[in-house]
Each structure stands twice: as structure tokens, then as C-alpha cells.
């Protein structure tokens, strides 16, 4: 296929918060799919707070990105040429193919979806790496147990939504903790959380006392900063943390922790986890959410940005808590 194919490159690294002025659009040749490769034409961007830390180089679990190189990403679209006989064209498949409008990747680097399970944009929020991520943290790291006090902050967000949710399923007293009212009505009045403290309203640390009576169980970590020193202070014993991400420090914000003392005091279990590296989990876990889906029991919601041109913006703007919900960029049309 000939013409242009726009592509989000990370122009510069970022110095403190990111700007637009950090990105570059770009227009290349449309990649040629080699032998048992598919071109695929990307219909959905995935923009994930994680994206954040690959801009900066620095040593982490991942390679950071170097100035001109594209910016990565989990996307979703459908196979338009193929040379690999088990993808033809019109598969949906989800990838990491990145910030732009097309790929070329084979049949290992993808995941076919079907359609009539769920909205294919789903297998990158809620029935994808983010849902996952929620699954693992809460029941195989914070071992919920029925009648216990589960915390989660970033709680409306595409990973908090789900713990929260996941977490009444089991039988939990759940407290949520987001930025607005509007959010923190959200995830009471429709996802069916116990209480949700909004931490830029008045006194959060009075509001977050009073929400939990029992002290806290389970804390699942989102955000970091005065939320998680907040929260340490509230732990019972023998209570278990996931350190999922601390999102309010990736844009160089520091914060003295002084909270270890209730770790030992209360004896408790912080683990941190990166999701990529329980691949063996995500079958079972997606599997089971789709389930809750169906049966009503796991809602979701999404923030769709329109055009990978206004990618940068969005993503600023999810580093800010501007999204509600899973954050999406529609990069073209859902056909194939
Ligand atoms: P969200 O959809 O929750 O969006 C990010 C949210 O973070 C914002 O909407 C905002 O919500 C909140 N936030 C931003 N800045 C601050 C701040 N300074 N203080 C408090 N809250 C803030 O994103 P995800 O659900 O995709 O990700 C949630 C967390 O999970 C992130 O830290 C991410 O890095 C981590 N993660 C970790 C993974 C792992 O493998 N360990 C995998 C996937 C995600 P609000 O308006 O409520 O403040």
C-alpha cells in the first residue's frame, strides 16, 4: 500500500512536566509487511501513565526512549494486507505498535480479538494490560478477603476503577480516592464503592479517618506522594500494599515517605509488581472480567481523544487527571 503513514515521535526528553513542545509529528512511507508479517491499520492508541517514564533516561525496568524515536504504545486495529494466512485481512488484532496510523508486526506480536466478546477497544482498558493490572494486584498480591477494608487510589481511573469494583465483588468494604466530586460521585453512585474521598477537597486526611473505621487491609497503590504516606498511616495489621505506580511523582515531584514505620509496626507487605511480567495471568484474568461484563457486575468507562494529532494533549492531560476513565485516541475509523 502506498501514501503516508503519521507517526508521534518524542522529540526531546522532557525536562520536569512534559510538553507538546517534547513531541514531533511526523509523515512516513507506510511500512511493506515482509514475509509473515501483516500491515495493520491502527484504529485505537492506548495512552498509559507509563509512557511517562520511558521519556525520561533513566535506568528502570524498561528501555527509555532516545530523542526522535517513536513513541510506543499498545493500539488495536485490523489486518489490511497479510502474508501470514492465519491473519486475514479484516482481523482485529491488538499490538504494541505505537503512536501512529499504521504497522507491520507478526502473528506472535499480536492478539487477535473478537468483536462479539466485547468492543475491541476494550483490550486495552478494561479486558487488557490495565484490567489485568488491577486483577493481579488485588487478588494475587492484596489476597482480599471478605469483610475487609480495601483501599485504592486514582480510583476512577482505568486501573483503580476495576480494583475497587473487583474488590466488591469479593466482599469488601471498598474506599475509593480521586481528584473531584464529579469523579468521586462516579465511582460511589455507579461503580457502587463504599466512600470515595475526593484529596482536593477539604481536609482529606479528617474524611479518610471517618471512611475507615476498620483502618485499611488492602492498600492498592495508584498515585503516591501525601495520598500513600496518608493511607501507610492507616494500615492494619498484617495489611498487604500493592505498589502498582506512584503517578504523582513521574514528573520529577519529589516527596520524603516517612511511612515505614507503619510497615513494621503493623507488620505488613508491600510488593511492588510490573504486570508485563505475569503474561500467564492475563488469560485467566480477562477471561473472568469479561464474564463480570456480561453480567453487568464490572462496569467501565472510557475518555476518547479524536486524531493522533491531539495525542500529546491527551496524554498531558491523563498525567494531570484530566481523563475519566481509560484514556483512548481514536486514530481512525473502526473498518477494515
Ligand atoms: P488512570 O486512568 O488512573 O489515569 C491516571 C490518574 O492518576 C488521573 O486520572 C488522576 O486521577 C491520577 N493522578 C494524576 N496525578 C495525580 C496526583 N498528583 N495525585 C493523585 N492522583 C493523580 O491511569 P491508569 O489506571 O492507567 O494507571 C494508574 C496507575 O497504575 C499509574 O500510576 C500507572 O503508572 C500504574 N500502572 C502500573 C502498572 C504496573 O504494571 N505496575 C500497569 C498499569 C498501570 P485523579 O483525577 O483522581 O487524580
Keep these: 500500500m502506498s501514501g503516508k503513514n503519521t507517526q508521534v515521535l518524542m522529540k526531546q526528553h522532557p525536562k520536569g512536566w512534559v510538553t507538546e513542545a517534547d513531541f514531533e509529528i511526523v509523515a512516513r512511507d507506510i511500512p511493506k509487511p515482509g514475509p509473515g508479517q501483516v500491515l495493520v491499520r491502527n484504529i485505537w492508541l492506548s495512552l498509559d501513565p507509563y509512557m511517562r517514564g520511558r521519556m525520561d533516561p533513566v535506568r528502570s525496568y524498561a528501555a527509555h526512549l532516545k530523542p526522535g524515536d517513536m513513541m510506543g504504545g499498545g493500539t488495536v486495529g485490523t489486518v489490511i494486507e497479510s502474508n501470514d494466512a492465519a491473519l486475514p485481512v479484516g482481523t482485529y488484532v491488538n499490538g ?5 496510523e499504521y504497522g507491520v508486526a507478526t502473528a506472535k506480536e499480536l492478539r487477535v480479538l473478537d468483536p462479539k466478546i466485547a468492543p475491541v477497544s476494550t483490550s486495552l482498558g478494561v479486558l487488557g494490560m490495565p484490567g489485568c493490572t ?75 479517618k471517618a471512611a475507615t473505621p476498620d483502618r485499611v487491609d488492602v492498600y492498592f497503590e495508584n498515585v503516591g506522594g501525601e495520598i500513600m504516606e496518608m493511607v501507610f498511616g492507616r494500615l492494619n495489621g498484617f495489611a498487604r500494599v500493592s505498589i502498582c505506580g506512584l503517578i504523582a511523582q513521574y ?4 516527596f520524603p515517605f516517612t511511612g515505614m514505620r507503619h510497615v513494621l509496626v503493623n507488620r505488613a507487605k508491600v510488593q511492588g509488581f510490573i504486570i508485563s511480567e505475569h503474561m ?32 500529546p494533549a491527551a496524554f498531558i492531560g491523563l498525567l494531570k487527571g484530566k481523563n475519566f476513565g481509560k484514556q483512548l485516541v481514536r486514530i481512525g475509523p473502526d473498518k477494515a
Design 96 to 100: 504494541m505498535l505505537g503512536w501512529q
Design 251 to 254: 514528573n520529577g515531584q519529589p
Design 280 to 311: 500467564e495471568y492475563w488469560p485467566g484474568a480477562i477471561m473472568e472480567m469479561a464474564g463480570w461484563i456480561k453480567s453487568g457486575k464490572l462496569k467501565y468507562r472510557e475518555d476518547v481523544a479524536d486524531g493522533l494529532q491531539n495525542a
Design 134 to 208: 488491577a486483577h493481579y494486584g488485588l487478588m494475587a498480591l492484596g489476597q482480599p478477603k471478605a469483610g475487609e477494608t480495601v483501599v485504592v487510589s486514582a480510583a476512577s481511573g482505568a486501573v483503580g476503577s476495576v480494583v475497587g469494583q473487583i474488590a466488591k465483588i469479593k466482599g469488601c468494604r471498598v474506599v475509593g480516592i480521586a481528584g473531584g466530586q464529579e469523579k468521586c460521585d462516579y465511582v460511589v453512585n455507579e461503580l457502587g464503592f463504599d466512600a470515595c474521598i475526593d484529596y482536593k477537597g477539604p481536609d482529606m486526611h479528617a474524611a479518610f
